[in-house]
């Protein structure tokens, strides 16, 4: 079974950046896509980018497109999400996740393993 432990989050103003990581822990994530969702109050949880198992293909959310990078470091068992002009309507607990597939997909249902998520606050 497979641990996932996120951090980078807090508050910041809008138009900065964060870096947010999500290391794996119990077994090796390097043959699985992984992603990042947001959960912000009262919404649903809302898909942000994939990435597959060795980082050719990445995809995003176009709420986030341009701004946001996601990468990953296999030997470290840690995939990243780089959060640049970042905006009020960002506020989220950012999850990450796990996928079954090795091709990086947008599906929540085709993630089987979450982490507990870490809070991002923008102020205006």
């Known amino acids: 079974q497979v641990q996932l432990v996120e951090s980078g989050g807090g508050l910041v103003q809008a138009g900065d950046s964060l870096r947010l990581s999500c290391a794996a822990s119990g077994r090796t994530v390097s043959g699985n896509a992984m992603g990042w969702f947001r959960q912000a109050p009262g919404k649903g949880r809302e898909f942000i980018a994939a990435?597959?198992?060795?980082?050719?293909?990445?995809y995003y959310a176009d709420s986030v497109k341009g701004r946001f990078t996601i990468s990953r470091d296999n030997a470290k068992n840690t995939i990243y999400l780089q959060m640049n002009s970042l905006k009020p309507e960002d506020t989220a607990v950012y999850y990450c996740?796990?996928?079954?597939?090795?091709?990086?997909?947008?599906?929540?249902?085709?993630?089987?393993?979450w982490g507990q998520g870490t809070q991002v606050t923008v102020s205006s």
């Open positions: 996740a796990v996928s079954r597939r090795v091709y990086a997909t947008t599906e929540p249902a085709d993630f089987g393993s």
């Open positions: 990435i597959s198992r060795q980082g050719l293909s990445r």
